[in-house]
Every structure is written in C-alpha cells, then in structure tokens.
C-alpha cells in the first residue's frame, strides 16, 4: 500500500519518515521550490518526492492533505480531483470544518474520507500518542484498511464519529487555552521581564505557566491561528474568556472582594466538584518545579481564575473532553485544579488579586493582552495574530526550545505517576 502525503512542512516530513520506518512506500509532494531540499533529506529513507501533488493523487491508497487550514481548500481544489478510485483521503488539521468542506467539493464521489487530527507537536514521535480519527465518509473496508495503517505507527487512537463533534471538543479544550498562554507571553514582553528573573513567578504553577507559554511559542503560529479563527466554535469560547477576565479584573481593581470571592468559589465548586483523590499535578511534583526554594511571593493567577469562570459560565466539564487533551490543555487543566483544590493557596490567590499593588500592574498587561487576542480572533483578522504571535515568539527566542523540552519532561513525570488518570 502506497502513503501519499501532501505537504511536507514539519508535520508532513514527521509522519512521511514514520511510516517509511513502519515499512510503507510513501511519496511526498511540497511545493516545487522545496523538491531539492526534500530529496536530499527524505531520499535516504526511501520517501520518494513527486513533482507535484496531482501525482501523489493519482498513485497513492491514501492520501494525507498536510497543509495549514487556511489553505486547504486551495491545495485539494489543485489536486483532489486526481484522487484515485476508492483511495483513502485525510487531512491533518486541527479544524476539520475548512477541510471536511473542500474534500466534499473536489474529491471524486468514490473517494473515503477518513480524517485525522494528530494531537502532539512534530518534535514528537507519534508512537503512544493520541491520534483522533473521523470516519467521516467511508466503507466499512476502507475504515478497516485505515485504521490497520495508522497502527502501524503505535499511536493511542480515538474515534470521533462527526468532524462537528470534533471540533466542538477541540474548541472547548483548546481555543481558550492557547489565547490564556499566549496572553501571558504576550503580557510579559510587554513589561520587558521574562517571568523566571520575577519573584512573583517562581512558584510551581508560575514554573508550569512559564514552560507551557514557551512551548506554545516554540511552534509556527498558523498551527494556533487556524483553530483559533477557522473553527466555528472557538469564538464563543474566547469571548467568554474575555468577558470572565474583564469582570474579574474590574472586580478586582473596586476591591469589590465579596462579589470577586463568591464568583471564584463558584465557578470552583462548579467545575471540581466531583474531583477527588490524586491531583493531576502532585504536590511534591509540584514543589519540585518550583523555580526558587526561598520565599515566594503571592500571585493573583487571574488567568487561570479567568479560565475557570469561563469554563463555568459555559457549561463546560473539561474533564469530559480528555480524548482531544493536548499537552498545554493537560497542564492548563493540572494547574486549575492545582490552585482550586487547595483552599489556602486559593484564598492566597484571591487576596492577593484584590489587594496586593505590587503585581496590580502585571494583572493590566495581562488583562491589555486578553482585549488584544480577542478582538484579533474576533475579527478573523490571521495576518495580525501571526504578526502578534511572532512578535512574542522574537522575544522569548533564545529560551523556546529549554520550554519546550522541560514542558515535555514534566508531561512525562505525570504520565509516570498515573497522575493523569481521571
């Protein structure tokens, strides 16, 4: 069986070299500027380049669309209809509303669809990790065939049954998640600090906050602009996120402190009120990745506190969605839970939000950070985000690839501990 892969950008090249290893015939297409380069680091493993990806359309059983969400529907306009009878087409973005809606338009009527969303980086081999697969138009045979083909590379497969289903999860999970982390790099480069050298981010939460930002933008920012802007049902996640800062901080900036701690330990006992038993993120973990072993000071976490107002407000059980956790999400979710389900170290958090001056002007970056993303995201406006996105990315350059290692370490301990287990 024949693996086509079309778009052989980061991911593309990850999983064209997995399966070469898994011992399949695979046959790559990228741009035609790129033919050269590709051969000389593919051909060695046996990945031949096509000249195009009307070829790979033409010769492979199935065929992978890896290319950014806002061009998808461009690239299977250029190439779909070559697609072979009865071959197996998938793509590999995050947003499958763009993608299911150009493989209904240019692929041939015999063709299966059977998408996939990879949810790892591409600094990471896809064995033991969760592959989402979407039967979304296909034989019972061909599904059979596609899933015997993604074993082969050892992942953790999950079935979503509807590319809709899909993206109402990821979009709980990951829309705000992503916009809270990249808020607080963006926070930070505009208070011309990076958070290590701060006393008021040394803590365990504050390590976890730091080395998830740095992970996040260790990637390309088209990764997080396409879910951001192109899934439909992002955007309600991100205006509620916005709206739970914005009155939070209000709140906070009145000292209206018994109408700020009522609706904190609200949303609380909202969406931890089934949790009990081991913490996702363990204390001693926890105490572990604590930057300083001298004193730490306070912090209001009102990203995270933001966070958990939103997922309360929306009726949103982020528990019930671990099947399209991500990395960041897992830690996200760790360190709510983390805060939440310590009554003193949130009551630490609430006094400090409402009353501590000293980080008042930390808490404004940030709450400036949030109104810039939204209305970013918001007004669909890509070439912005990646303009903001890069802009951080510069100013955390020399530090993005120590977050991304230490945010994979810690993943790893939890994993070890059976931590993440709920």
Not at 286 to 313: I, T
């Amino acid at each position: 069986m024949d693996i086509g892969i079309i778009g052989l950008g980061d991911m593309g090249c990850l999983y064209a070299r997995s399966f070469a290893k898994a011992g399949y015939t695979v046959l790559g297409a990228d741009l035609p500027g790129r033919r050269e380069e590709l051969e000389a680091a593919l051909g060695p493993l046996g990945i031949r380049i096509a000249e195009d990806g009307n070829e790979v359309s033409r010769r492979c059983d199935v065929i992978f669309y890896s290319v950014e969400a806002e061009k998808i529907r461009s690239v299977v306009q250029q190439f779909g209809g070559a697609t072979r009878y009865g071959a197996i087409v998938a793509g590999q973005t995050s947003v499958k509303h763009p993608e299911i809606a150009a493989f209904e338009e240019f692929l041939p009527a015999d063709v299966n669809i059977i998408t996939v969303h990879s949810l790892h980086g591409p600094g990471v081999d896809p064995q033991g990790q969760k592959l989402i697969v979407i039967p979304h138009r296909t034989t019972a045979e061909a599904f059979r065939r596609m899933t015997d083909v993604l074993s082969a590379l050892t992942p953790d497969l999950a079935e979503i049954p509807d590319y809709r289903e899909h993206d109402r999860i990821v979009a709980d999970t990951q829309a705000a998640t992503h916009m809270g982390f990249e808020c607080m790099g963006t926070a930070w480069k505009e208070a011309g600090f990076f958070p290590w050298e701060n006393d008021s981010y040394v803590g365990g939460i504050d390590h976890v906050k730091i080395l998830t930002t740095l992970r996040i933008f260790s990637y390309k920012a088209h990764i997080y602009a396409g879910l951001a802007i192109l899934n439909p049902y992002a955007s309600g996640q991100v205006r509620q996120y916005a709206r739970s800062e914005s009155e939070l901080f209000k709140m906070m900036i009145r000292e209206d402190a018994e109408v700020f701690r009522k609706r904190v330990l609200e949303a609380g006992q909202s969406v931890f009120r089934d949790r009990s038993g081991p913490l996702m993120l363990p204390d001693d973990l926890m105490q572990e990745y604590a930057l300083s072993s001298g004193r730490r000071k306070p912090n209001s976490h009102l990203s995270l506190l933001s966070m958990v107002d939103a997922w309360h407000r929306l009726g949103i059980r982020p528990y019930d969605h671990l099947i399209c956790q991500t990395p960041p999400f897992r830690l996200r979710l760790g360190i709510a839970e983390y805060l939440f389900r310590n009554p003193d170290l949130l009551e630490e958090s609430i006094e400090t939000a409402l009353y501590d001056k000293s980080i008042r002007a930390d808490d404004l970056e940030f709450h400036s950070a949030v109104r810039e993303w939204a209305s970013l995201i918001g007004y669909g406006d890509m070439a912005g985000y990646r303009s903001h996105f890069n802009a951080v990315r510069t100013f955390f350059e020399g530090r993005l690839e120590q977050g991304r290692s230490g945010s994979a370490e810690l993943i790893r301990r939890i994993q070890a501990v059976h931590a993440l287990k709920v």
